[in-house]
C-alpha cells in the first residue's frame, strides 16, 4: 500500500509541450509538497499546499502550475516545456506544517528533448 | 536564511569498516535536523531525525547521529556497513515552524566489498 504515489514514472516528452505529473497521498497528511532534483542530484522544493491552500511558491517560471483539489492530491501541471525542465519531480507530504518528517513518492523522471 | 553543508560529496569505504557522513548548518532560530538516504532509481526515505530532547538519535538500518548545537553539526555513522547501504544521503533542515526544508547537495556513500 504506497503511502505517496506519482504518475507517471517515466515521461518523455519534446520541447512545447504541455504536461502534467499526479501526486496521491493515503496517509491523511495536511501538507504535500513539489521537488525538483536536478542533474547533480540537488534538490529544491518548489511549492507546498497545506489543506488545499498554496503556503510556499519558491522562485519557479509560471509555466508550472500547482493544482490540489484535495489534501490527498496534489499535481503538477507543466506547460511550453523546455530542456532545462528535464530533472526528477518528487512529490512528498508531511502531516503539519512543521515538516517534522516527510514521506516522498518515488520520483518522476522527466525527459524534454 | 538557514543553510546546509555537506562536506564529502563521495565518501568510500570497504564494507563492515565504520563510517561518518558530515552535515553542518545555520540557522537563525531553532531547527529541526533530518537524514535522509536515496538508494539508486528510488524516492527519498527518512534515516533519522532530531526535533528536540536527547541529542544522540537513532535511525533505521543502525545509523545514529548527534545533535552539535555548538558546533553547528549533525554528522551520522555507522559502526560496520554494509554493500546495502550504498547510496545517496542528504542531510536537511527545517526552521521549527515552517514548511521549508532546505537539503544539503549529497553524500555518495560507496562500500566497497
Known amino acids: 500500500d504506497t503511502a505517496v504515489s506519482q504518475t507517471p514514472k517515466y515521461l518523455v516528452t519534446q520541447m512545447g509541450n504541455d504536461k502534467s505529473i499526479k501526486c496521491e497521498q493515503n496517509?491523511?497528511?495536511?501538507?504535500m509538497y513539489w521537488y525538483k532534483q536536478d542533474s547533480k542530484k540537488f534538490l529544491k522544493i518548489m511549492f507546498s499546499?497545506?489543506?488545499?491552500?498554496?503556503?510556499i511558491n519558491e522562485t519557479v517560471p509560471n509555466r508550472f502550475s500547482p493544482k490540489s483539489p484535495d489534501k490527498a492530491h496534489l499535481n503538477l501541471h507543466i506547460n511550453s516545456l523546455e530542456l532545462g525542465d528535464s530533472a526528477v519531480y518528487f512529490c512528498?507530504?508531511?502531516?503539519?506544517?512543521?515538516?517534522?518528517?516527510?514521506?516522498f513518492g518515488q520520483g518522476t523522471r522527466l525527459t524534454v528533448v | 536564511a538557514q543553510s546546509v553543508t555537506q562536506l564529502d560529496s563521495q565518501v568510500p569505504v570497504f564494507e563492515e569498516a565504520p563510517v561518518e557522513l558530515r552535515c553542518n548548518y545555520s540557522?537563525?532560530?531553532?531547527?529541526?535536523l533530518f537524514w535522509y538516504v536515496q538508494y539508486p532509481n528510488q524516492g527519498l526515505q527518512l534515516l533519522l531525525k532530531?526535533?528536540?530532547?536527547?541529542?544522540l538519535v537513532k535511525g533505521i538500518n543502525g545509523f545514529e547521529a548527534e545533535f552539535n548545537k555548538s558546533q553547528t553539526s549533525f554528522h551520522v555513522r555507522k559502526p560496520s556497513v554494509h554493500i546495502s547501504d550504498t547510496a545517496e544521503y542528504f542531510c536537511?533542515?527545517?526552521?521549527?515552524?515552517?514548511?521549508?526544508?532546505?537539503f544539503g547537495t549529497g553524500t555518495k556513500l560507496q562500500v566497497i566489498p
Open positions: 512528498a507530504s508531511s502531516q503539519n506544517q512543521g515538516f517534522t518528517e516527510a514521506f
Open positions: 496517509l491523511g497528511h495536511d501538507t
Open positions: 499546499y497545506n489543506n488545499k491552500e498554496l503556503i
Open positions: 540557522s537563525s532560530v531553532s531547527v529541526y
Open positions: 532530531y526535533l528536540s530532547g536527547s541529542t
Open positions: 536537511a533542515v527545517s526552521a521549527g515552524g515552517y514548511q521549508k526544508v532546505t
